[in-house]
T-cell receptor, first 114, second 110 residues
């Protein structure tokens, strides 16, 4: 079965550094998403992306965050200047159709900001 | 806002025990409701869903019924297996997004 892949599985960075989290969605999917889960808290929606633009974003997704689909296969999340509170598990997801009826998730990238 | 609340874990059961994981949702709009499962080292996978009141989602022996009167979508399984050990997430949709609960960790022992 096709799957969403995320790299790296673990990322450690210093506060203030830029990080890029990478995702390869399922090839025929058109909608892409980032979620995150801070330890002990809910899985939170960050952003959805369609047709090379953001379709929806949450309050969490401030100017420090950006997303990009630089080529036909990758979907990236960039955090410009990381803060301690950005430490979380970040999940990428994709779907073929609009809406959240069936999302396919990656296994996540654990980001640790020191 | 649109949210879900699920029971805190961890839940530890013996093999073949009955499982219930409670989930309630905020009653704004007419959401679809989901249970996702995350096995160790893997991503979240859709386990089952229900799109309207009184619908029952089922998969792999798990069931959940969309109860509008109690705004609930409790997950049940009659006889759990060791392989069911995972984290279970209740969710509802809100626009493009899914709103998840915190997740409930289930450990099934032989």
């Amino acid at each position: 079965e096709p799957e969403v892949t995320q790299t790296p599985s673990h990322q450690v960075t210093q506060m203030g550094q830029e990080v890029i989290l990478r995702c390869v969605p399922i090839s025929n999917h058109l909608y892409f998403y980032w979620y995150r889960q801070i330890l002990g808290q809910k899985v939170e929606f960050l952003v959805s992306f369609y047709n090379n633009e953001i379709s929806e974003k949450s309050e969490i997704f401030d100017d420090q965050f950006s997303v990009e689909r630089p080529d036909g296969s990758n979907f990236t999340l960039k955090i410009r200047s990381t803060k301690l509170e950005d430490s979380a598990m970040y999940f990428c997801a994709s779907s073929r159709d609009r809406g959240s009826e069936k999302l396919f998730f990656g296994s996540g990238t654990q980001l640790s900001v020191l | 806002g649109d949210s879900v609340t699920q029971m805190e874990g961890p839940v530890t059961l013996s093999e073949e025990a009955f499982l219930t994981i409670n989930c309630t949702y905020t009653a704004t709009g007419y959401p679809s409701l989901f249970w996702y499962v995350q096995y160790p080292g893997e991503g979240l996978q859709l386990l089952l869903k229900a799109t309207k009141a009184d619908d029952k989602g089922s998969n792999k022996g798990f069931e959940a019924t969309y109860r509008k009167e109690t705004t609930s979508f409790h997950l049940e399984k009659g006889s759990v297996q060791v392989s069911d050990s995972a984290v279970y997430f209740c969710a509802r949709n809100s626009g493009y997004a899914l709103n998840f609960g915190k997740g409930t960790s289930l450990l099934v022992t032989p």
